[in-house]
């Protein structure tokens, strides 16, 4: 018998090799801190997302020390207001949450990180849409835009260096970006979640902003089949003006992630869902995985399928474990 002359376990045999021949690596600066504040004293445990909290204002500024210290390259700013309406009005409100948030941490950490404000009504609604409804119920994407504008310039004002326009409204961007440019905002940046889709993954993020919730998304989040149309809406927010596009979630949609990396002339993100962590938790709690092999793994899997920068829970903690490492 033959021996063979190709052996590709040769760059195996060491950790030294192993880590010389490595085609993706993970830095802290990749990675961004999805972070909830609400309104009140004091902060609060999310039962579905261990180890996650609804902030305070003092424990966000700690957190975002913390945060910057990691070498993590931003947070991800989302509000929980104590009082919702129709047409979300504390997200337009310079003393809504979100907004006096933006500006305390802002104030606190300057731009040791990039400090980053979801755009988005739902947190802000009664009815927990991601818009405006009109008179029939439905979603009426035209009016929403114009509540997009608003809260983009209360945004920018507060000092948000980055809006993520979550919505999946169509025009968003195009609607943000004007807005932005003719108010002297020609710097604030736009995330576009450009292919974001109606997913179960969100189960745990409903209880991190109290949503209120009733019904689902499906009439403008992207149906979980398509994976061509998560493309052409990268593509139409690349079109649009956005800096950055975004797939989410990540870990059940790596193909799209790689799809739209290939096509993306701009950075491409991914975020790792409320859904996507809890589910290691929870496993890594009953001793079936272990942890941290588990959370490196999904976050190195994402960006291995494209992904420039990850939206992680673990953004911190997997961020001290990499300069551990290189120490």
């Not at 802290?28 to 309104?39: D, G, I, Q, T």
């Not at 991800?76 to 309406?85: I, K, N, S, T």
């Not at 008179?135 to 009016?143: C, E, K, L």
Request: glycine share 8%.
């Amino acid at each position: 018998m033959t021996n063979p002359v190709i052996r590709p376990r040769r760059l195996r045999t060491s950790g030294a090799l192993r880590s010389l021949a490595s085609e993706i690596r993970v830095h802290p600066a990749e990675l961004v801190l999805p972070m909830f504040v609400r309104e009140g004293a004091d902060a609060r445990p999310i039962t579905s997302m261990p180890g996650v909290m609804q902030h305070s204002i003092d424990s966000a500024r700690r957190a975002v020390v913390e945060a910057a210290e990691a070498g993590i390259g931003g947070i991800m700013l989302f509000g929980v207001p104590e009082v919702r309406d129709a047409i979300g009005t504390g997200a337009t409100d310079p003393k809504g949450i979100l907004n006096v948030a933006t500006r305390a941490l802002v104030d606190e950490i300057g731009d040791a990180l990039v400090v980053q404000t979801d755009l988005c009504l739902d947190e802000f609604t009664d009815h927990g849409h991601c818009g405006v409804l009109a008179a029939d119920g439905h979603v009426d994407n035209d009016a929403t835009l114009e509540r997009y504008r608003d809260m983009a310039l209360a945004q920018a004002t507060a000092g948000s260096a980055l809006l993520g326009l979550s919505g999946m409204m169509d025009g968003q961007v195009a609607a943000v970006r004007e807005t932005l440019d003719v108010n002297g905002f020609e710097d604030t940046a736009v995330l576009a979640y450009s292919a974001k889709y109606a997913s179960a993954f969100y189960g745990p993020f409903r209880e991190a902003v109290a949503s209120t919730l009733v019904g689902d998304r499906r009439t403008y989040q992207l149906d979980p089949a398509n994976r061509r149309e998560g493309v052409r809406e990268a593509q139409l927010d690349i079109d649009e003006g956005a800096d950055i596009v975004m797939v989410k979630p990540a870990g059940g949609y790596l193909d799209v992630l790689a799809a739209v990396a290939a096509m993306s002339n701009i950075p491409v993100w991914a975020y790792q869902v409320s859904g996507e962590y809890a589910m290691i938790e929870a496993a890594a709690a009953q001793g079936w995985i272990d942890r941290r092999r588990a959370v490196e793994e999904s976050v190195l899997s994402i960006r291995r399928a494209g992904a420039d920068a990850v939206l992680t829970y673990w953004a911190v903690e997997l961020a001290t474990w990499l300069k551990e490492e290189r120490a």
